[in-house]
């Protein structure tokens, strides 16, 4: 008898371990998001700026995503459907979205005065947009009959006390000027 109750005790401790190590493990990483334009998943990536108190130098998120051997796909997305931002869990107290022209290369193509910052504000930790033109996208003095510009999004995402904060990024195509 009492080494079915060491036993039981023994596996009791063992499963509480495992949940510890699996909770603060999952705080120690940024939570996920799930982005749905129209119909279409957007794939992102996410990269820490500062967390748990250690400062992340690292590369720009667009010239990752756009870099060669890259298994992320640039989808289209037609001018005027709607991005729908949900985090899975643990929203952040704070939260921008940037919308910037790029190059094929997820190189920023403008300076940062034509970089447009899309108002939301997140609710139930999620929050939605329109997708609309960029204005900066007729400033090229080519035309380009049937232009396609690249669109990167940046977000920010930082969490009060603690000074986590984060970056996710996702690229599309649309239509431009």
Same mark, same amino acid.
């Given at each position: 008898m009492k080494k079915v109750i060491m036993g039981i005790m023994f596996i009791l401790l063992t499963t509480t371990l495992i949940i510890v190590c699996i909770s603060k493990k999952s705080s120690k990483e940024p939570p996920e998001l799930e982005i749905i334009i129209g119909d279409k998943k957007i794939e992102y990536i996410t990269s820490?700026? +500062?967390?748990? #108190?250690?400062? *992340?130098?690292?590369?720009?998120? @667009?010239?990752t995503i756009m870099k060669e051997g890259s298994n992320v796909e640039i989808p289209y997305i037609e001018i005027g459907k709607t991005a729908m931002i949900s985090f899975k869990n643990n929203p952040?107290?704070? @939260? +921008?979205?940037?919308?910037?022209?790029?190059?094929?290369?997820g190189k920023?193509? *403008?300076?940062?005065?034509? =970089?447009?910052n899309i108002p939301v504000e997140l609710k139930d930790g999620k929050c939605?947009?329109?997708i609309k033109k960029h204005f900066a996208s007729a400033l090229s003095s080519v035309y380009v009959e049937?232009? =396609?510009? *690249?669109? #990167?999004?940046?977000? =920010? /995402?930082?969490?009060g006390e603690?000074?986590?904060?984060?970056? *996710? /990024?996702? =690229?599309?195509? +649309?239509?431009g000027f």
């Open positions: 820490k700026n +500062t967390w748990d #108190g250690a400062i *992340y130098d690292r590369l720009c998120a @667009f010239k952040p107290s704070k @939260f +921008t979205i940037s919308d910037i022209l790029i190059d094929e290369n920023q193509m *403008y300076s940062d005065k034509v =970089i447009i939605s947009f329109e049937n232009k =396609i510009d *690249y669109r #990167g999004f940046k977000m =920010i /995402a930082s969490w603690n000074k986590n904060e984060c970056e *996710y /990024a996702f =690229i599309i195509r +649309t239509d």
